[in-house]
């Protein structure tokens, strides 16, 4: 199986409806009606029109983050809004798991996005080598991969360390659901570069140095990526 397969399969993993039995009959939902929605996601997610798009969805973020705070982070969401034909169906379907109590809605997710994490560190070193075998040396994009494993990883144990209170149901726990959201709009936008790159679709470079340096952290290290890639695109 390809590097690209791999990755698009493991994204797809966090979006797709995968609630346990106990918790499909506590939401009063249908196995037929799960397996039903599943076509209808893999189908949105290979969307030509919105895979295409989210790269100048990207554009437009850096006048909305002003910091790396966790809350200013939801605005990504305003720009999904383009889509909204494509994306409601996803975000009804979220909300049925809003119904969940809170931990269990939380462990859910977590669930998900551990096992991206963990494809995506073990995907790193064959990602290198396929840029390598392919022109030697890109920069910005071993950058933005090791960036984007960051940015995941801090937004997932933000998650983690989130207390829930006992008996909430998810619906009822505004910042859990800002964190939810916020984590799942970002890796529909954000992986979106590095299966880009292994297709070898063409990338807006300048979008995505932007993206490292507006998500790399400290600033020191911001600003050594800054130089370095300022190196890399002007000499």
């Known amino acids: 199986m390809s590097l690209t397969v791999e990755l698009r399969n493991s994204i797809e993993q966090v979006y797709l409806f995968k609630p346990s039995g106990v918790q499909l009959r506590s939401l009063g939902i249908p196995q037929d009606y799960v397996k039903k929605v599943d076509e209808e996601i893999k189908k949105l997610l290979d969307d030509e029109e919105l895979k295409n798009g989210t790269l100048e969805v990207m554009s437009g973020l850096f006048s909305y983050l002003t910091t790396l705070d966790i809350d200013d982070l939801?605005?990504?969401?305003?720009f999904m809004k383009k889509y909204p034909a494509k994306l409601q169906q996803l975000d009804n379907l979220y909300k049925l798991l809003e119904n969940l109590p809170a931990e269990e809605y939380k462990e859910y997710w977590l669930g998900k996005?551990?096992?991206l994490l963990d494809k995506l560190v073990k995907a790193k070193e064959e990602f290198m080598r396929t840029i390598e075998e392919r022109e030697g040396v890109?920069?910005?994009m071993e950058f933005y991969y090791k960036v984007f494993l960051g940015l995941l990883t801090d937004l997932v144990e933000n998650i983690r360390r989130y207390e829930t209170v006992e008996r909430l149901k998810a619906r009822d726990d505004a910042k859990l659901r800002a964190l939810m959201s916020t984590t799942n709009t970002l890796i529909f936008v954000l992986s979106y570069p590095i299966i880009a790159y292994l297709e070898g679709d063409k990338l807006d470079y300048e979008i995505l140095t932007?993206?490292?340096?507006?998500f790399a952290k400290p600033s020191t290290i911001k600003d050594k990526y800054s130089e370095i890639i300022g190196e890399a695109l002007f000499g």
Request: glycine letters at 6%; charged letters at 20%; proline letters at 0%.
């Open 74 to 78: 939801t605005k990504i969401e305003d």
């Open 113 to 115: 996005y551990y096992g």
């Open 138 to 140: 890109n920069t910005i």
């Open 210 to 214: 932007y993206l490292i340096t507006i």
